[in-house]
Every structure is written in structure tokens, then in C-alpha cells.
């Protein structure tokens, strides 16, 4: 009997997956359902690079968002043999977002400092996702209409505050 | 890597090229059968996808929406076969047993005469005899139903390829998207992203395509239904018209050779049905031209549902879905052919297409090839 019903409620006390978990913190996926999110882990690929590894390098046409689960990303830029490092990415951040959007060039490289877990999500799964669930997909673009709302209103104060510099 | 690295790397890779290519050619004979069954498979998921997909929207259930899909379509293809054999059957015995009678002996031999005093220079060669005419045609029926049961023995292949392609194609639609998340986890991290654009290009050009030969193929289904109901209403006594207007919409899908294919068994009953009939015989196209047994209506019926299919529907339906010169058509259905038959013309459109998509993609990734 005790066999029984623990087999008819194992479910209750599942752990979440460190894939879901990870996903239910991206700004991209937020106030999506679980069943949403179970959606979108589907048409992620889960991708290991090594130390020193590249992700994508700087102006290779873009084509979706990676997201870190464990592991660290550097993100820089290189002028004349100097590396200028804009950011270094830990578990749970992501990067390349803009690129769910369009395929245009990446603007700098990723390199992976430490082995690393990533999560891809792409544009070509985008839009497979869109055809299959379009309630999802529409949210997911809202979402990052938003990401791109919040950034754009923070350049435009940026450049408001700092006239002089323009000229 | 440094540049002799590299190319002892290219050395072993051309020479791992070269031995796939030679083991390829001998193992050939034996995987040919499963590779043919595997593509069929593959394009009939190609087209059930969409359905299979909407549908577990809809019920939650992947296994039950692929179970509900391919129910559905064996339901389909069992009746229109069987509902096809049987007619073709009763038509073909009708036939035969109005070959025995008396009176359609003399009708046929009346017939033979009179096609060879209209044609100029035959008529003054009297080498006819009235029965041989007749057993001709008998002895061409008793074959044509022998022939019919040794098709049936090959019908047997056909069927456990049938079986085969549908099993398959169930299991890839049950699976579909777990096999794609296998096959985009064996690419090198390095091509990731290119790589999952190619299968996603490849299957969007795919799905474009037959989505749009499914759509132009229905259509002329419909449209030749429609010519044939009409050419019914001035008298033109075709039976089958339902599976007529089925097999000239799936010759359809052969570009070129399938309009052909398709008014074949459209003429072919109309003179089973109208032989002896004199208004048949003496019909008039038009008032004008003589159109024995209709024949010439229903060519020209079937020319003009060609010519709306190419030049409205084909355009809007299917539009550039694969987007190749028709001079490359051309050399696809050509080389299709020679390789694998009319099975070859059917797929020499969709593999260009595939292989289109590969190029563009070569050439983007040469392009790019330093950023990767």
C-alpha cells in the first residue's frame, strides 16, 4: 500500500531541475508556467566548453542566447592585441540575447575561463517555438521588448545627462 | 595548430573522405532498400509534422497525437487503394465480358473498319480479318489479368515497404524532436550555431515545399474533378472520376512528366466505356473538332488545369518555395531519373533543394569562416 502511494504522488516532492531553476531567473522567460518552461528546456541544448574555449567570437553573425549553469564566461574586446574585458559572466547570467532577434554581428567574444556549462537558446528555436506554442513565443518576445525598453530608456538618460560629450 | 599541423589534418581528412566514399560504394547494394525506406520516411514526417505538433497543442500527448495522425492517414490511403483496385477491377471485368458478346464484336470490327478508310493510303490494304481484332484484344485482356496477378506477387514488396516506411515514420514523429536535440548535440561546439542553422534552413525549406506541392497537388485534384464532372454533363460516361482527380493531383508532384501521367487512365475509361457508343464515336470538340470517344476534350480539359495550377495556383500556393532555375530543374529530374527511375524524379526536386541550402550555407561559412 505505502508502495503505491508513494508511486502515485512521486511527483510532489520532485526537485525542480537545475535547467528549470536556471531558466525561471532570465528576464527573457519571466511569468512564464512551469509547463512554459518545460517548453522552452525542450528546445534548449545544453553545450560544454572548456577552459579557453570560444563561444562565439566578436562581429561572427549571431544566432541566439546562452545562458550559464555553471561554470564562467568572459565577455571582451580586442583592439590592436589589447583585451578589453566588458564582463565576467557567472551561473545563472546569460548573454547574446539581442541575437534572438536579428543575426547581426556579435559585438564582442565569449570565452569560457573555466569549464563551463551553457544553455543555447537559438532563433531557429525561437521561432520553432513560436509555431508550436505561440502563446509562449509572444511572451518571450515581450519580455525582451522590455530588456530592450529598460536599456534603451537608460541610454537615452545617459546621453541626456552627458550633452557636451556628443558634440 | 601550426600550417604543416594543419595540413597533415586535411591530408587524414581527404583520406578519411575517400575510404567512407569507397566502403560507401560496396556496402551500397545492401543499405539501398533501407536508405530509399528511411527518405520516405523522413518526407512523410516532413508533411505529418505540422499536424502531429498542433494536434499535442491540443491533447498533451505526443504519443496519441502521432497515434491520431497516422490512424487518420493509414484510414485514407486503405480506402482510396482499396476503393481504387475494386473499381479498376469491375471496370476491367465489364470490360472483358462485353468483349465476349456478339454484338460488340461487330461494333468493334465496324469501328476498325471505319478508323481505316478515314486514314489516307491504308484504306485500299485489305489484309484485315474480322475475328483476329477481337482475339487480339481478348488475348491482350487474358494477359493484361495475368499480368495483374503477378503484379500482385511484387504488390507483397511493395506493401512490406509500405509497412516498413510507416513504422518508421512513426517512430520519427513520435520522437522527432528528440532525434533533432541528438543530432544538434553531435555538432562540434565550433560549428553549434551554423550547424543548427543548416537543419533548420533544411527543414524550413522541406516543410515549405512539400507543404506547397500537398496544397498544388489537392488543387488539381479538385480542378480535375471538376473538368471531368463537366465533361460527364455533355455525355462523356468517365466512372472513377474521384480517383482519377486523386492520381493526377500526386502525379502532379512529379514536375513536367506528371501532367502526362495524370489524363492516362482518364482517357483510358472514357474509351472502355464509350467503345460502341456512336455518339461517343462521332463527338464533336466544340462543334468543330472531331473528338472521338472524348479524347481530345479530356486533353485539353487537363491542359487547362495545368495551366491554372502553374500560372495561379502553383505561384500563390507555393511561390518560390525552393527557388530553382527551371533550367536546374530540368538537369535535377534528369538525373534523378537516370539514377533511381520515376521514384527519382518524385525526389530530385526536394534533394536539389536540400542541397541548394547546403551550398548557400558553405558559402556563408567560408565567408565567415575566420570568426569561427
Not at chain 2, 485489305?126 to 503484379?151: H, T, Y
Request: charged fraction near 15%; aromatic fraction near 12%.
Amino acid at each position: 500500500m505505502k508502495a503505491l502511494w508513494e508511486n502515485l504522488f512521486k511527483n510532489w516532492n520532485k526537485q525542480e531541475s537545475l535547467t528549470k531553476a536556471v531558466l525561471k531567473q532570465i528576464p527573457v522567460f519571466h511569468k512564464l508556467s512551469d509547463r512554459q518552461i518545460h517548453d522552452i528546456e525542450n528546445f534548449c541544448h545544453k553545450r560544454r566548453y572548456k577552459q579557453g574555449e570560444t563561444v562565439f567570437k566578436r562581429l561572427a553573425p549571431g544566432e541566439g542566447m546562452f545562458i550559464i549553469l555553471s561554470g564562467t564566461i568572459e565577455i571582451f574586446t580586442e583592439d590592436n592585441n589589447k583585451k578589453n574585458t566588458l564582463a565576467i559572466l557567472n551561473n545563472g547570467e546569460f548573454f547574446g540575447e539581442l541575437s534572438l532577434l536579428d543575426s547581426d554581428t556579435r559585438s564582442a567574444t565569449a570565452m569560457a575561463t573555466e569549464d563551463s556549462d551553457l544553455l543555447a537558446f537559438l532563433r531557429p528555436d525561437l521561432q520553432s517555438l513560436s509555431k508550436r506554442n505561440p502563446q509562449t513565443g509572444n511572451k518571450i518576445l515581450f519580455n525582451l521588448a522590455k530588456i530592450m525598453a529598460v536599456r534603451l530608456r537608460k541610454t537615452s538618460e545617459q546621453l541626456s545627462k552627458k550633452p557636451t560629450e556628443l558634440v | 595548430m601550426t600550417p604543416q599541423n594543419q595540413s597533415i589534418d586535411r591530408f587524414y581528412t581527404l583520406v578519411l573522405i575517400i575510404i567512407s566514399f569507397w566502403a560507401l560504394f560496396f556496402i551500397w547494394p545492401y543499405i539501398s532498400s533501407m536508405v530509399i525506406i528511411l527518405v520516405f520516411a523522413f518526407l512523410f514526417t516532413t508533411i505529418l509534422l505540422p499536424g502531429v505538433d498542433a494536434l499535442e497543442r491540443k491533447i498533451k500527448s505526443r504519443l496519441l497525437s502521432t497515434f491520431l495522425v497516422m490512424g487518420g492517414v493509414l484510414i485514407l490511403l486503405f480506402g482510396f487503394l482499396s476503393g481504387f483496385a475494386s473499381g479498376m477491377f469491375q471496370q476491367s471485368s465489364e470490360f472483358y465480358y462485353r468483349l465476349t458478346q456478339e454484338n460488340y464484336v461487330n461494333e468493334l470490327n465496324d469501328l476498325y473498319q471505319r478508323t481505316i478508310l478515314s486514314i489516307p493510303g491504308i484504306s485500299n490494304i485489305d489484309d484485315f480479318e474480322k475475328p483476329q481484332l477481337v482475339k487480339k484484344i481478348q488475348v491482350f485482356f487474358s494477359g493484361f489479368m495475368q499480368q495483374i496477378l503477378s503484379a500482385a506477387k511484387s504488390g507483397m514488396n511493395f506493401i512490406f515497404f509500405t509497412a516498413m516506411t510507416l513504422v518508421f515514420s512513426f517512430i520519427i514523429l513520435n520522437e522527432y524532436h528528440h532525434f533533432r536535440s541528438a543530432l544538434v548535440s553531435i555538432i562540434p561546439n565550433k560549428y553549434f550555431e551554423v550547424g543548427l542553422r543548416i537543419i533548420h534552413n533544411i527543414e524550413r525549406q522541406m516543410s515549405k515545399y512539400l507543404t506547397g506541392q500537398f496544397l498544388a497537388a489537392s488543387s488539381v485534384a479538385v480542378l480535375s474533378f471538376m473538368g471531368l464532372l463537366i465533361l460527364n454533363l455533355y455525355g462523356a460516361n468517365i466512372t472513377l472520376i474521384v480517383f482519377i482527380s486523386i492520381i493526377a493531383g500526386l502525379s502532379n508532384l512529379i514536375p513536367m512528366v506528371g501532367p502526362l501521367v495524370g489524363m492516362v487512365p482518364a482517357i483510358l475509361i472514357s474509351i472502355m466505356n464509350n467503345l460502341g457508343s456512336e455518339a461517343a464515336l462521332s463527338h464533336l470538340m466544340f462543334n468543330i473538332i472531331p473528338s472521338p470517344f472524348f479524347v481530345f476534350d479530356i486533353i485539353i480539359m487537363f491542359i487547362i488545369v495545368q495551366q491554372i495550377d502553374n500560372n495561379l495556383i502553383t505561384p500563390i500556393l507555393v511561390g518560390e518555395s525552393v527557388g530553382l532555375h527551371p533550367m536546374v530543374v530540368m538537369i535535377s529530374l534528369f538525373i534523378g531519373g537516370v539514377v533511381l527511375g520515376p521514384l527519382g524524379m518524385l525526389f530530385a526536386i526536394p534533394t536539389a533543394g536540400i542541397m541548394k541550402v547546403v551550398i548557400q550555407e558553405i558559402i556563408f561559412l567560408v565567408r565567415y569562416a575566420h570568426l569561427l
